[in-house]
């Protein structure tokens, strides 16, 4: 295409938003006019489809819950008036919570002031407020963020040594739904040993974002916690950072949560528009649909040229991938749908992937995510007319213009500047995309069975565990591996066996392994 031809095309596709200062640009996608035109009766299905999501319709049909993440932007389009004030009560009680920690209203036994807040959740728990702390954290906040969100001993250690002395000024916020969730109970627990060994009574720092009535709602009660703020059952994880989960660890920081949900809203209307050339989410759609046949044949890079912005593409992995990575479709058949993501930043990923981004295996589209503002101050000059600023917007172009001369696909998103208007816009737009390709493909974007089967799975390890101890303890001699499998019944698991013992013994559990570590079979196990 020439120069012209292409100029024109970008105009004819460019998706401007006045009101959050924001830019679609998919020019450099290679459909045309005939994929379209196939493509809209699909959309007006799609269309429908969100309408009646956000109308309240069961979304999740195997776990009968409605999907009500955009009523949280805007809770006028919540389907009762009790989720209505649900919404509008959490959100002001969230407020004046971070105010009365700013102020010291409340504060912790042994200081006048929290200074730092601890966020223990996993997943959609963590993601969205790491990605939100990473973007709009200030250099100097009211009170600096921790994450724990691994099952990780000497991640969760680390952590704890970062905080250091601070840890009788910390803030402690637990999320989980269930409250049974392992790797955030387990957080929770080793954070509890924690204030316990410096005679610190925990449920004075303590906070519980979970369902009412789970199990940490429960314990929260019991032992008298500071508060306790809500999970919706008609909230994903992966959709949660404008509910609590993401909102409280947000104004704990000093960041503008009405900002982020005014952005939004406010993206959620440009979305909710049933025409596909004036719907930035559809387009995105669109694209993610072209460029991988429906079918996910290839994947989406998503490169950031902003250091604030570094999370994003680690955020949206969890969001595409959990949300399209299925086995069937809405009707059984066997479709094996997904798109895989990754990414890290501009333009640091220049000098590690992009050489085989541009002449590699060609599987994968690009998303460029451009900041036009550099930064608050004043320019500095690197050379005569040209700042820093003025590199990384040169680098964006040319890695763009590089791709497209060797057919390579790519989606530009252009925003103002990184604000909490523009962060909650960035959320509320991929949200609406996902949504939307979801029902191109006729999936169920808001359930995650492959998520649960690994959950049983590891369930069913740890219950093996338990059982090869109590026989090793019991044997009172040494057992081979076989066995130690023919005493419990279970000859098919033998390698989870090994696999066990191995890790109990490396870590001094009370188990001993004799003979040689590169032949598994000649080993004996003893209690040690």
């Known amino acids: ?25 998919i020019s450099r996608m290679g459909f045309d006019e005939a994929f379209v035109e196939a493509m809209t009766p699909k959309f007006e299905k799609a269309f429908k489809d969100m309408a009646a999501l956000e109308a309240g319709a069961i979304a999740n049909p195997d776990e009968d819950r409605m999907v009500g993440h955009y009523w949280l932007r805007d809770p006028e389009l919540a389907p009762t008036p009790e989720i209505k004030a649900e919404i509008t009560q959490t959100l002001e009680r969230i407020k004046a919570f971070a105010h009365q920690i700013h102020s010291g209203a409340i504060h912790p036994p042994q200081a006048p002031k929290f200074t730092d807040v601890l966020s223990i959740g996993i ?62 109970r387990n957080g929770m627990v080793e954070v509890q040993k924690a204030y316990a060994d410096r005679g610190l009574s925990f449920p004075q720092y303590a906070i519980a974002i979970t369902s009412e009535g789970s199990k940490l709602d429960q314990i929260a009660t019991g032992e ?41 809203k406010a993206m959620d209307q440009a979305t ?17 649909y072209y460029a991988g046949n429906g079918k996910g044949d290839k994947d989406m890079v998503v490169l950031p040229y902003k250091d604030s912005l570094l999370l994003f593409s680690r955020y949206l992995q969890q969001l595409v991938m959990e949300s399209l990575g299925k086995e069937l479709d809405l009707d059984g058949k066997q479709v094996y749908q997904g798109i895989a993501v990754y990414g890290n930043k501009g333009s640091t990923d220049q000098h590690a992937y992009v050489q085989q ?18 930064r608050p101050g004043a320019a500095v000059e690197v050379e005569p007319n040209v700042t820093s600023g003025d590199y990384l917007s040169g680098l964006l172009q040319g890695t763009r213009q590089a791709l497209y001369e060797n057919h390579r696909d790519s989606i530009t998103v252009t925003i103002g500047e990184v604000d909490a208007q523009r962060v909650g816009a960035l959320i509320a737009l991929y949200d609406r995309a996902v949504g939307l390709y979801a029902s191109l493909v006729n999936i169920n974007a808001y359930h995650q069975p492959g998520v649960e089967a690994g959950k049983k799975a590891a ?32 000859g098919d698991r033998i390698e989870s066996i090994y696999l066990t013992l191995r890790h109990l013994a490396a870590n001094d559990r009370g188990i001993r392994l004799e003979g040689d570590p590169g032949q598994p079979a000649s080993l004996k196990v003893s209690a040690a």
């Open 1 to 25: 295409m020439d120069a012209a031809a292409l100029w024109k095309r970008y105009q004819d596709w460019l998706y401007y938003h006045a009101g959050l200062e924001f830019y679609l640009d």
């Open 123 to 184: 997943g959609g728990s963590a993601l969205g407020p790491q990605f939100v702390a990473e973007a709009l954290g200030a250099v100097n906040p009211p009170l600096t963020v921790h994450f724990i969100d691994n099952t990780d001993p000497a991640g969760i250690e680390r952590v704890l040594a970062k905080v250091g002395d601070r840890l009788q000024s910390t803030l402690v916020i637990t999320i989980s739904k269930s409250g049974g969730t392992p790797e955030t």
């Open 224 to 264: 008298g916690w500071l508060d306790r703020f809500p999970m919706y059952d008609w909230v994903g994880g992966r959709t949660s950072e404008l509910s609590a989960v993401g909102l409280l660890p947000a104004a704990l920081q000093g960041i503008d949560i009405q900002g982020m949900l005014d952005g939004a």
């Open 272 to 288: 909710r528009v049933s025409s596909l050339r004036h719907n930035p989410a559809a387009l995105l759609a669109l694209s993610w």
């Open 357 to 374: 981004l541009r002449e590699g295996v060609p599987n994968f589209f690009m998303t460029f995510i451009e900041v036009l503002r550099d």
């Open 459 to 490: 369930a069913a390890v740890l219950d093996l565990q338990r059982q090869v101890l109590q026989a090793i303890q019991s044997a009172g001699r040494p057992l081979s591996l076989g066995e130690l499998a023919e005493s419990l019944g279970a």
